[in-house]
């Protein structure tokens, strides 16, 4: 195991409950609150996070925008747009790992101690989860073999099918 895999864990529960310097969003475009981990980050961040988000007038599909965690216990909250699955012909191997490099030079900017990611667009926008691990983890590990922060990286599964994908890259 490398320092950097030794840096990455994974997680299964609810990612809005975890004790980490910041979490990431699986967000939309307009940083409007949504369903899936969206909208139970919203509702467990509470009333504040809309308004900060509406402040930002929104963020491109790839990037990252940080706001303040309000009610979570992380500190703060980094608001990841992936993409829309349309096959894997569009581009968007590049821009999910896009958003969590992003969110990763943000993490280290700030020297945030821990990080903990969702499965960026495996929900509604339909990204096939073995292929969005690989993207993640790839992102995680590249970011990690060259920067100090954050220290920990939570990859969070909301199930142990979920974590499956996850642990499966990570075990290569």
């Not at 504040?48 to 988000?53: D, R, V």
């Not at 979570?72 to 581009?91: E, M, S, T």
Request: glycine share 12%; with cysteine.
């Amino acid at each position: 195991m490398t320092s950097a895999e030794a840096r990455i864990e994974i997680h299964v529960g609810d990612i809005t409950r975890l004790p980490v310097t910041a979490i990431a969003n699986a967000a939309n475009e307009a940083l409007a609150p949504g369903g899936g981990v969206c909208g139970a980050i919203f509702r467990a961040a509470g009333p504040g996070l809309a308004e900060e988000c509406r402040a930002l007038q929104g963020c491109m599909t790839g990037d990252c925008k940080l706001t303040s965690g309000y009610g979570l216990p992380a500190r703060w909250i980094l608001h990841c747009v992936g993409p829309v699955w349309h096959g894997g012909g569009r581009g968007e191997a590049r821009l999910l790992a896009s958003c969590y490099t992003q969110a990763l030079a943000i993490a280290a900017e700030r020297k945030f101690e821990s990080v903990a990611f969702p499965a960026i667009s495996t929900g509604i926008y339909g990204y096939p989860p073995a292929e969005a691990a690989a993207a993640a983890v790839g992102a995680v590990r590249a970011h990690l073999a060259t920067h100090e922060w954050p220290r920990r990286v939570v990859l969070v599964a909301f199930d142990e099918a979920a974590a499956s994908p996850l642990r499966a890259v990570l075990s290569n």
